[in-house]
């Protein structure tokens, strides 16, 4: 058994001792124009090192944990893997994207978002899940998913508003491989027709 530390980004990493994998969340955000878009759509995360998981003891098969993209409370999904002084919540990345300008019939005001992980290796982000935040949108489309697909609606002629979500993850741990410094990068991309 070899010990993980799931950590972000932002995190110092500090001294590893033996068995140790540090995995940091990294993300990359891609704006993509269709024919409709304009260059002003924009996302935004607010803390895209996140979640931290902590120190995970490795079992003798491969283990997931799941981030509950709401509480940030992470679970033990399958496996015998076990997270060690670690907090029972973590902190989720909120995600903002901005439909500018939108107006237009509904097709020019629907976003579709792809949140996808682009890791390999030993420890991989493997689900994601989103949770609504934001009122006077529509989402549409898939809540959980790898890749994780779905439109926004925008409301008609409100200039360039707004919708956030938080993102959740199911984290996949191999019980062998290479130990040491990993991270769980993913990419956000949104499109318009």
Sequence with gaps: MGDYGLRGVGYPLGMTFGPTMILRTLSMVLVGFGTGAQAADSIAIDNSTVPAMGKVAAGSITSTFTVDGSTGAVVGATGNAVRVNSPGTVSTPTITV??????????SRTMTVTVTSTGSGRATIT????TNMSSGVTFGGSVTGSPLIFTILFPSGSGSPTASFRLG???????SGATGVRSLPYQISTSRP
């Design 98 to 107: 901005t439909c500018a300008p939108c107006s237009g019939n509904a097709a």
């Design 127 to 130: 689900s994601f899940t989103r």
């Design 169 to 175: 993850m199911t984290v996949q741990v191999a019980n």
